[in-house]
Structure formats: C-alpha cells, structure tokens
Antibody, heavy 121, light 108 residues
Framework: EVQLLESGGGLVQPGGSLRLSCAAS????????MSWVRQAPGKGLEWVSA????????YYADSVKGRFTISRDNSKNTLYLQMNSLRAEDTAVYYC??????????????WGQGTLVTVSS | SYELTQPPSVSVSPGQTARITCSGD??????AYWYQQKPGQAPVLVIY???ERPSGIPERFSGSSSGTTVTLTISGVQAEDEADYYC???????????FGGGTKLTVL
C-alpha cells in the first residue's frame, strides 16, 4: 500500500524558513517522480514543484522559484521541500504526491494528507 | 504563465450526465489529468492521460479531448460525486505544471 506522510509544517514568521519532509513507503521510491502541491485556505490546488525519480531534474512554479528547493533522498525514501523567504501568500496545506510514471511534472496518482504551513507574524 | 480554464460550477440532478470542461492552449500537445476533491480530503486521481481511468474509479467517470479542450464526463451522477474537480496539465515545454481553477459539482 502506497503511503505518503508529510511533516514539518507549522507557524513561521514572514521571511523565515521551513523544511517539509515526506516519508514514502509501499513502492520503489527511486522509480517515480514526486511533486509538491499546495492549497491555500478555501482556494484551489496550486502546483509547486516536481522532481524526477533520480533527482537529476527539478521543476518549479514561478511563484516559488528562487525561494523553494525540492530534493529527495532515495536511500531514505524521503522527499523534501526547503522553503526560504516565506511570505503570507505561501500559507497553505502542502501535499506530497507520487508521480504516475507518465510525466515528471504532472500526473500524480497518490497524495499524502498534507501538512499546514502558516506564515504570519 | 500558462493557464487552464474551468467553469466555476456545474449542477446536475442525480442520474443525469455532468460534463466539466478544461481549456488550455497546450492541451493538444500535453495530456490532461483530472482529480476529485471532497471537503477536508486529499485529491483523488479519476482520469489520467486524457481518457484513462485508474483502477478503482467507477466506469461512470470518463475523459475526452478535442483540440484545446478536455472534458470530464460523469454519467449517471450520484450524490457521492458532489465534489470539486480539477484538471491538471503541463505547458507546451512540459516543464511547468498547472491546475485549472477547479469546478464545484453540485448534485441537486
């Protein structure tokens, strides 16, 4: 059974940093691209970032490029999102999602339950 | 930046057919994916690669593509299908992902 468990969310001040983690199990982690998707309170889904199975290719939304860094440790079956220079508009539930092996960037077939990031003073 | 356009809402009576459209300039070149999200829950993939249905998704869910528009069709809508539906695709280069704004399906 595929399981994705996010952690690391919380309250952070504007300009601060946070690192999200996603522990994966139930599949061969290194064989699949992974993504981060966020959802601000009461709003729609927003694609944030994606990474290939090997970690050699990374992709970012314009809204986070230069501030967020996606990475993975295939030896630990863990996905990360390092978030720097956080803004109020980054407040959202952040979902970790497993790629379906159709495309590195889009098309995910499993989602975690999400972790809430709140940016506020 | 690239955008996908969905209608904000669609309403149908139980047993009728609901059609939710998603428009984007790169859709002739890039596959679309559809997700269902119920309140307080993570999204669920219901259609991949325009028209393929994942295992476990009811047959009443189908997808199609024509030019710059893809369509999610739910035949014989049931009360449990009431949810938000999002399309997702990539820009023409395949390096930038995007979601449509979402469509709230109301079952009358």
């Amino acid at each position: 059974e595929v399981q994705l468990l996010e952690s690391g969310g919380g309250l952070v001040q504007p300009g601060g940093s946070l690192r999200l983690s996603c522990a994966a199990s139930g599949f061969t982690f290194s064989s699949y691209a992974m993504s981060w998707v966020r959802q601000a309170p009461g709003k729609g889904l927003e694609w944030v970032s994606a990474i290939s199975g090997s970690g050699g290719s990374t992709y970012y939304a314009d809204s986070v490029k230069g501030r967020f860094t996606i990475s993975r440790d295939n030896s630990k079956n863990t996905l990360y999102l390092q978030m720097n220079s956080l803004r109020a508009e980054d407040t959202a539930v952040y979902y970790c999602a497993k790629g379906g092996n159709w495309n590195d960037v889009v098309g995910v077939n499993y989602w975690g339950q999400g972790t809430l990031v709140t940016v506020s003073s | 930046s690239y955008e996908l356009t969905q209608p904000p809402s669609v309403s149908v009576s139980p047993g009728q057919t609901a059609r939710i459209t998603c428009s984007g300039d790169a859709l002739p070149k890039q596959y679309a994916y559809w997700y269902q999200q119920k309140p307080g829950q993570a999204p669920v993939l219901v259609i991949y690669k325009d028209s393929e249905r994942p295992s476990g998704i009811p047959e009443r869910f189908s997808g199609s593509s024509s030019g710059t528009t893809v369509t999610l069709t739910i035949s014989g809508v049931q009360a449990e299908d009431e949810a938000d539906y999002y399309c997702q695709s990539a820009d023409s280069s395949g390096t930038y992902g995007v979601f449509g704004g979402g469509t709230k399906l109301t079952v009358l």
